[in-house]
């Protein structure tokens, strides 16, 4: 059973920092690569970053520099740090689980958790 659950979304002024947490049921977490897509106003979802094999991550070109995920294995937790945050990163920021293939990230179809909200304002 796929289980997502994202937490510490919130309003904060451009600049600020962010740290969004998934927790992940252990049979998801062991199972599948998970990642971080976000969907602003207005916007389509867009890939954030994931994670392609056990200790390497990658990143759109937006955030790259800014944000991080990171992992906690004893935990079953992903999560994203993000810094220098500006208004085009408000949105929906879902974790999800998704498979790997020639190093890229593909998640799977309702293997998301429900998102948490993230508003910068300028």
């Known amino acids: 059973q796929v289980q997502l659950q994202e937490s510490g979304g919130g309003p904060v002024q451009a600049g600020s920092s962010l740290r969004l947490t998934c927790a992940a049921s252990?049979?998801?977490?062991?199972?599948?690569?998970l990642g971080w897509i976000r969907r602003g106003p207005g916007k389509k979802d867009e890939w954030v970053a994931s994670f392609v094999s056990n200790d390497t991550a990658i990143y759109a070109d937006s955030v790259k520099g800014r944000f991080t995920i990171s992992k906690d294995n004893d935990k079953n937790t992903l999560y994203l740090e993000m810094n220098s945050l500006q208004p085009d990163d408000t949105g929906t920021y879902s974790c999800a689980a998704g498979d790997v293939y020639e190093n890229k990230w593909f998640p799977k179809a309702g293997y998301w958790g429900q998102g948490t909200q993230v508003i910068v304002s300028s």
């Open positions: 252990a049979h998801t977490y062991k199972t599948y690569y």
